[in-house]
T-cell receptor, first 114, second 111 residues
């Protein structure tokens, strides 16, 4: 089944404790992206990647890092989480070849930073 | 810059039509989308429309685009309890994969 998976789905942590949220897709998509969803703000893009070893900042990159060592994986790293990073995070992927295709979203990771 | 706006809440009686509205500011938007988010789930693409179209219909869903007013709407006919969700409109431009989302409209169905 074609899908985007994220782990963990739920995470409660404390300020300053480094964490990684993994994202994996099995559709051989070139493009991958991370968004955060906050009430009244919709989804905002954090980082994106057009292909392996190619990453770039989105609208709200502060406090986050990403890497794209393999095509299927796009982990989101919070080196020193703070309470304002409490949010719902979504990973998405999309193929870039051929006609316009949709972005597929993962199920989300709910992060609470105390 | 890009800005996409939606009302936060909408309540509709079961069987009636729901109309969810969205306005955007970027006139260079090429594609406009409607996503559905059910509780605890990711986003599901419902439909999208090219900016050179006025209307698109897909079963119970009708999308209307008024490019002059930068207004997009999603009409759901015969609204059912399974339509309860948050609906997001989003835009993107040709050559740019980034989606700019609205705030989302929470649709509640009244039995």
């Amino acid at each position: 089944e074609a899908q985007v998976t994220q782990n963990p789905r739920y995470l409660i942590t404390v300020t300053g404790k480094k964490l990684t949220v993994t994202c994996s897709q099995n559709m051989n998509h070139e493009y991958m992206s991370w968004y955060r969803q906050d009430p009244g703000l919709g989804l905002r893009q954090i980082y994106y990647s057009m292909n392996v070893e190619v990453t770039d900042k989105g609208d709200v990159p502060e406090g986050y890092k990403v890497s794209r060592k393999e095509k299927r994986n796009f982990p989101l790293i919070l080196e020193s989480p703070s309470p304002n990073q409490t949010s719902l995070y979504f990973c998405a992927s999309k193929g870039l070849a051929g006609q316009r295709s949709e972005q597929f979203f993962g199920p989300g990771t709910r992060l609470t930073v105390l | 810059g890009e800005d996409v706006e939606q009302s936060l809440f909408l309540s509709v009686r079961e069987g009636d039509s729901s109309v969810i509205n969205c306005t955007y500011t970027d006139s260079s938007s090429t594609y406009l989308y409607w996503y559905k988010q059910e509780p605890g789930a990711g986003l599901q693409l419902l439909t999208y429309i090219f900016s050179n179209m006025d209307m698109k219909q897909d079963q119970r869903l009708t999308v209307l685009l008024n490019k002059k007013d930068k207004h997009l709407s999603l009409r759901i006919a015969d609204t059912q309890t399974g339509d309860s969700a948050i609906y997001f409109c989003a835009e993107s431009m040709e050559g740019n994969e980034k989606l700019t989302f609205g705030t989302g409209t929470r649709l509640t169905i009244i039995p």
